[in-house]
């Protein structure tokens, strides 16, 4: 079945550095997708990105697709305290069928 | 609309037991996940209903699991015969086509403590 890994598993930044994490998946995404989850809460959907090498901007955060659709960046500029939380990348396959995969999730903390 | 709702949002209960946990999505969503996560890892697919209709459950589950979603609206899922490894978060999630493929919005979800 699909599988998609993500590293680091962990990252500890200082405020101000910046952080990227990695996606990759099994087989062919149709689209990827990028939730953030605080500590003790539940993903929220963050962006999602649908053509082959596509870039996204959200202020700090720069999200990437490859041109294979197999894998996926996050990257974090400055970071801050706020950024804190797991960041899991998700996608369906591109089978045509809507079952939403999740990564394994990189959690990042924010030293002040 | 407030977003999606599950109830209850703890549930203790002892091993043998059986468990329902309720899901609400948003109103116009007619995509229904659901999904279980454990400590330190990523959501793990269970099973997806467009409108009425599952589509698909994960081979992980087992016939203990039980999800429905009868009028296309809210949806349940039951297990039967609780098992201390059924210890976990379980969330549920809503999707419309119209808002962008596949774009989940989650609810807080439902903890469960098998003891």
Known sequence: GQQVMQIPQYQHVQEGEDFTTYCNSSTTLSNIQWYKQRPGGHPVFLIQLVKSGEVKKQKRLTFQFGEAKKNSSLHITATQTTDVGTYFCAGPNSGGYQKVTFGTGTKLQVIP | ?115
């Open chain 2, 1 to 115: 609309d407030t977003g999606v709702s599950q109830d209850p949002r703890h549930k203790i209960t002892k091993r043998g037991q059986n468990v329902t946990f309720r899901c609400d999505p948003i109103s116009e969503h007619n995509r229904l996940y659901w999904y279980r996560q454990t400590l330190g890892q990523g959501p793990e697919f269970l099973t997806y209903f467009q409108n009425e209709a599952q589509l698909e459950k994960s081979r992980l589950l087992s016939d203990r699991f039980s999800a429905e979603r009868p009028k296309g609206s809210f949806s349940t899922l039951e297990i039967q015969r609780t098992e201390q490894g059924d210890s976990a978060m379980y969330l549920c999630a809503s999707s419309d086509r119209a808002s962008g493929a596949n774009v989940l919005t989650f609810g807080a979800g439902s903890r469960l403590t098998v003891l």
